[in-house]
């Protein structure tokens, strides 16, 4: 695809994201607490890892970057995620003890599709679901490092849900007509998300947070959002905006290349301890009750 204009869907989330400011509400407030309960389990804060895939070992350390930013949302207590790999891989992630949700990828070959759901489960994931945002390709249905994607429909996706106990999470929801559908297949959670950029001229996960966040009101699914999440007032923002979390993405790699399983856990902590300050700067005692009062466009 050739444009002559900006298109890229990363860099107009920035611009979105830059352009969201916040008001301070100091009188009467206290420190904040950002602890979240999540699918009953409770989490130190409403920050996420991303569903990554592909890293390798970084500086010739053991283990490989998936496996040491697993370890350490397992140390920070953040809620984990990891995207598209064979099961041994999986089986090495679920073994570091972090809470992790397996994002599968939507495999053409849809016995694949189903053995990773079963084995996920077999090994212990704390939830399961699928990137619908690499459905499609250039060539019409993506090929993903040699492997063919197909399209997803709504009773495929019900199927799913209903193969195991755990929480189903659809990541790459943009819309409101998704997130009504994935709502309604019985998912237990969304991500907003353009996949850094899978489409050109993207919609900012943040510009489509309220309308989907109005469209599920008393749905019981949560809502995740990520793409440029880089420090705690993106966070802060995200839910402002009606977001229950947020994920980081590329943001976490400089501190999980140079130093590990250390230095994502250095960088979250960062994270949670400027969402706390801003949390407590603005009169939120508490993550559920961040809204969007506090938030202003700049025009
Ligand atoms: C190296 C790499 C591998 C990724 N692999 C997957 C994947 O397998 N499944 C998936 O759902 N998302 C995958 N993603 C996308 C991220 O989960 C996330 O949506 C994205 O990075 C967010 O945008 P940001 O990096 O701008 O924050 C990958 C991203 C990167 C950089």
């Given at each position: 695809m050739a444009y002559t204009r900006e298109f890229d869907?990363?860099?107009?989330?920035?611009?979105?994201m830059d352009s969201i400011l916040i008001e301070p509400r100091y009188i009467d407030s206290k420190v904040a607490d950002t602890t979240i309960d999540f699918f009953g389990e409770a989490f130190s804060m409403p920050v996420m890892t991303p569903a990554f895939s592909h890293l390798g070992n970084y500086n010739g350390r053991t283990h490989n970057g998936l496996e040491e930013y697993s370890m350490a949302a397992k140390e920070v207590n953040i809620l984990n995620f990891c995207g598209m790999m064979e099961n041994d891989q999986f089986k090495r992630i679920a073994d570091t003890g972090a809470k992790t949700v397996r994002i599968v990828k939507p495999y053409a070959?849809?016995?694949?599709?189903?053995d990773q759901f079963q084995f996920a489960k077999e090994v212990g994931?704390?939830?399961?679901?699928?990137?619908?945002?690499?459905?499609?390709?250039?060539?019409?249905?993506?090929l993903v490092v040699g492997e063919d994607m197909t399209f997803q429909t709504a009773d495929m996706l019900r199927?799913?849900?209903?193969?195991?106990?755990l929480p189903f999470v659809v990541k790459g929801v943009l819309s409101v007509a998704d997130a009504v559908k994935c709502?309604?297949?019985?998912?237990?959670?969304?991500i907003v998300s353009h996949h850094h950029g899978r489409i050109p001229y993207a919609i900012p996960p943040m510009m489509a947070l309220p309308k989907i966040k109005e469209a599920l009101k008393g749905r019981n699914v949560k809502i995740i959002v990520d793409c440029g999440i880089e420090s705690g007032a993106d966070v802060f923002?995200?839910?402002?905006?009606?977001?229950?979390?947020?994920?980081?993405?590329?943001?976490?790699?400089p501190s999980l290349e140079s130093e590990g399983t250390e230095g994502?856990?250095?960088?979250?902590?960062?994270?949670?301890?400027?969402?706390?300050?801003?949390?407590?700067?603005?009169?939120?005692?508490k993550v559920s009750d961040i809204d969007d009062s506090v938030i202003h466009f700049m025009k």
């Amino acid at each position: 695809m050739a444009y002559t204009r900006e298109f890229d869907a990363n860099i107009i989330t920035q611009k979105y994201m830059d352009s969201i400011l916040i008001e301070p509400r100091y009188i009467d407030s206290k420190v904040a607490d950002t602890t979240i309960d999540f699918f009953g389990e409770a989490f130190s804060m409403p920050v996420m890892t991303p569903a990554f895939s592909h890293l390798g070992n970084y500086n010739g350390r053991t283990h490989n970057g998936l496996e040491e930013y697993s370890m350490a949302a397992k140390e920070v207590n953040i809620l984990n995620f990891c995207g598209m790999m064979e099961n041994d891989q999986f089986k090495r992630i679920a073994d570091t003890g972090a809470k992790t949700v397996r994002i599968v990828k939507p495999y053409a070959d849809n016995g694949k599709v189903r053995d990773q759901f079963q084995f996920a489960k077999e090994v212990g994931a704390f939830g399961i679901g699928m990137d619908i945002d690499h459905i499609f390709g250039e060539n019409g249905y993506d090929l993903v490092v040699g492997e063919d994607m197909t399209f997803q429909t709504a009773d495929m996706l019900r199927s799913y849900v209903e193969m195991t106990d755990l929480p189903f999470v659809v990541k790459g929801v943009l819309s409101v007509a998704d997130a009504v559908k994935c709502a309604d297949i019985g998912a237990k959670a969304i991500i907003v998300s353009h996949h850094h950029g899978r489409i050109p001229y993207a919609i900012p996960p943040m510009m489509a947070l309220p309308k989907i966040k109005e469209a599920l009101k008393g749905r019981n699914v949560k809502i995740i959002v990520d793409c440029g999440i880089e420090s705690g007032a993106d966070v802060f923002k995200a839910l402002a905006l009606g977001a229950d979390a947020a994920a980081v993405g590329r943001s976490m790699l400089p501190s999980l290349e140079s130093e590990g399983t250390e230095g994502v856990k250095k960088f979250i902590e960062g994270l949670g301890r400027d969402l706390r300050y801003l949390m407590s700067s603005t009169g939120f005692s508490k993550v559920s009750d961040i809204d969007d009062s506090v938030i202003h466009f700049m025009k």
